[in-house]
């Protein structure tokens, strides 16, 4: 049996009490559409103008899409990303820590390793592996600051630092060179 995610929604707010409002299935629906991953207040801006919801209703819709499994939430730079899970196959993140940018991973690799491990009294539901590290763009970025503070503080030293400093470079290399060489 297909079910849909509406069938989904409709029935976990029967079993928790919860109204059914048509409020829910709109942010539901937009929460379909979107590919990526969004923040609550982007969410709330692609919202159709025909039916005016409030950023309270779409955050609480979004926590409970979340606990429905619906939707994935992922803690990104402080801030709280929204993705799609219903009928997205299970994946991973590479996260940009300069600009916070998400990208998906699907590695059935990593999948299985979680799934094989073997936690006493504890039953897995998901998994998801976050990968930090530096995208192109911010990682130029940050060898063009790197290049333009070292030029910066050579300017400022001494002419005296500056044979001090080279001397120190001298020596790290033959250190190097002596512990290779062992």
């Known amino acids: 049996m297909n079910t849909s995610a509406k069938e989904i929604l409709n029935k976990y707010i029967e079993e928790q009490g919860k109204r ?3 409020e829910r299935n709109v942010v539901l ?29 779409v955050y609480s819709t979004l926590s409970l899409l979340d606990e429905v499994g619906l939707v994935y939430s992922h803690q990104v730079h402080g801030r709280t990303l929204y993705e799609r899970a219903f009928g997205v196959e299970p994946h991973h993140h590479y996260i940009c820590k300069g600009c916070g940018k998400i990208w998906d991973l699907y590695d059935p690799r990593i999948s299985e390793v979680a799934s ?41 030293m001494t002419r005296e630092e500056k044979r001090f400093a080279r001397i120190d470079e001298e020596l790290s290399e033959v250190a190097k060179w002596f512990n290779q060489n062992k």
């Not at 629906?29 to 409030?54: F, N, Q, W």
């Not at 094989?116 to 990682?139: N, Q």
């Open 29 to 57: 629906d937009v929460v379909l559409k979107t590919e990526g991953h969004h923040s609550a207040d982007e969410i709330c801006a692609m919202m159709p103008k025909r039916y005016p919801i409030s950023r309270a209703t």
């Open 20 to 22: 059914k409002t048509p």
């Open 116 to 156: 094989s491990s073997k936690t006493p009294r504890f039953r897995k539901m998901r998994s998801t592996m976050y990968i930090y590290g530096l995208c192109d763009v911010c990682g130029a970025r940050l060898y063009r600051l790197r290049k333009k503070l070292e030029k910066e503080k050579l300017e400022k």
